[in-house]
């Protein structure tokens, strides 16, 4: 019998299942801020690991304002450095005051321009660094500064600035390094002094009285700056006496008369680490004072409540950017130029560090409303100052500038409104899996 092949039987046909080739996902702005902190894998998809040149707010990310020239021309006899920016806020805002601190001069700079005035000359200043605030008599309103070597001066709108005598302090009695107001009385700091002394309540000039903190600042180091802190303590409200030994110690005092002792009384001394250089190291945010050392931000609040130990507790201020901030103070917490600042109309924190590699700037920015930090770079301050509502700065070539105003889209303009450049804002998220860390 003849044979007949069989029937080729085929494998059944598979349908090859469709290539999904796109996919939604909801990608979160980086309102979390800068995160330093946390590894890329597990870090908030809300955070960021390059945020320049923006601010991070509650609904979303938007770039700064830009800068314009305020005032040029600025140079005492060869100098350009604008060290200090001065600013006075009066009775009146038409007596404001903007004054730039460069050499041995105080000029004014509220006008701006190309042509600024002679300026107040003031001998024997070691630096151009001044350390001012204000401080409201029943009669007057007085800008207060001092220089070491300088010594005290004051302006009002009436009779300028005036060299204010000061009696039974030490030996070098214009060696003054910082200045603050403490329950109507003004405070002085020397140098390489344990001691800070004060004036009568509501006196401008006259003897002083010594109070010695050396007992007290047990990691040794000089006084370098007095503040007040006021502290609602259930039943009142007080009005603490906050001093800074150059090392780290924080130590608070409550009371009324430091000559006093059964009304003037310490409540505390705390360890935080060392501080920059200058005074300018502390701000008032809020109803809170923020210490700038080499562990971050300190709240004083967490200090006098007991909440504090960077031992156990993870820094709720600058926890995210403990980092690379810390690496920035250690290395140059002996430069002139870290300042601890806020600028109410824009509802930020700044810590201005100093200048390290032309042309780079940098300033690190919170958020005060969520924490958020960003980066600033591209403006040149070597200075920095609030005046009412604007910001401004000084720079190292003998300009003022005025920042950051809705009405700046340029960094950059010049006196007569020309030139400028676009400002470039930078943004890296954090890492992202789209909803599955598996798909490629």
Known sequence: MPQAPLPLRLPPSRKTAAVRINTSIFVPPPTGGLNFRDPYQIMPQTDAIVLDDCIARQNGVETRGGWREHQTGLNV???????????????????????????????????????????????????????????????????????????????????????????????????????????????????????????????????????DLGPQMKHGGTLVATTSFTRDGGSDIEDYLVAFGSEGDVIVYAGYDPWNVANFQLVGSWYVGPFPRRPTFYTTVGSDLYI?????????????????????????????????????????????????????????????????????????????????????????AHSCAVLRDTFYFGTTDGRVARAFSSDLANDGILLNGTGGSVIEATIQAAFLSFGNSGQL
């Open 77 to 211: 006899s060869g100098n350009t450095i604008v060290e200090t920016l001065l600013p006075y806020n009066a009775h009146s805002m038409v007596d404001d005051r903007l004054f730039a601190c460069i050499g041995n001069r105080i000029i004014d700079v509220t006008a701006g321009g190309s042509t600024p005035p002679a300026g107040l000359t003031v001998s024997n200043v070691s630096d151009s660094f001044w350390h001012s605030t204000q401080f409201q008599t029943s009669t007057n309103n007085f800008l207060c500064a001092v220089n070491n070597g300088g010594g005290f001066w004051t302006y009002d709108p009436v009779n300028g600035w005036v060299k204010r005598t000061l009696t039974n302090g030490p030996a070098n009695i214009d060696s003054i390094t910082s200045v603050s107001v403490w329950k109507k009385r003004l405070l002085f700091t020397f140098a390489n002094d344990s001691r800070f002394y004060y004036l009568a309540p509501e006196a401008i000039a006259g003897a002083l009285s010594p109070f």
């Open 292 to 380: 700038l050392c080499e562990t971050g931000i300190v709240p004083l609040s967490m200090l006098v409540g007991g909440r504090w130990s960077p031992a156990v507790l993870q820094n709720p201020i600058t926890g995210k950017i403990e980092a690379p901030l810390r690496d920035s103070l250690v290395r140059t917490r002996y430069d002139n130029r870290w300042e601890v600042f806020t600028i109410p109309a824009l509802g930020v924190l700044v810590l201005k560090q100093p200048q390290q590699t032309l042309p780079y700037h940098l300033m690190w920015v919170m958020n005060i409303g969520t924490g958020a930090w960003s980066n600033f770079n591209g403006v040149p």
